[in-house]
């Protein structure tokens, strides 16, 4: 692949994280239902606890890289795509949480973290 083709896979990442992130700020309820959880019934900061971590976490490090094109941007955002999958296949370890899903998601998170780090690897 061309280092033009990478970055602009990259940047389709990054826009696609900052989507995520758009996502569960506006709609937070479909958050939910995304990843599979629920509201808890009578506690109403669960819906802020999404506003904030899925909404506000995603789109704040996701609009970095993307309004600042800095490479440690997107490598930063890269490497917290990769985390979430290591933690999730330690759960999946630990926790014997081998669900489709997990390991679906485990598969994705490395993706994406690949693809917008892909460009940037030089530098380190």
Known sequence: MTAEILT?????AA???LGLGLFGLIRPEGALDLIGLQKV???VHSISEV???Y???FTGVSLYPLVTGEPHAFLTLALGWMLAGVCRLCS???D???TRFNLTSIAF???VGAFIALPYLSIL
């Open 8 to 12: 602009y896979a990259s940047y389709a």
């Open 15 to 17: 826009f696609f994280s």
């Open 41 to 43: 019934p009578g506690l």
């Open 51 to 53: 506003r904030a971590t």
């Open 55 to 57: 909404g506000g976490v």
């Open 92 to 94: 999946a370890l630990f």
């Open 96 to 98: 014997g949480a081998f």
């Open 109 to 111: 998170e490395f993706c």
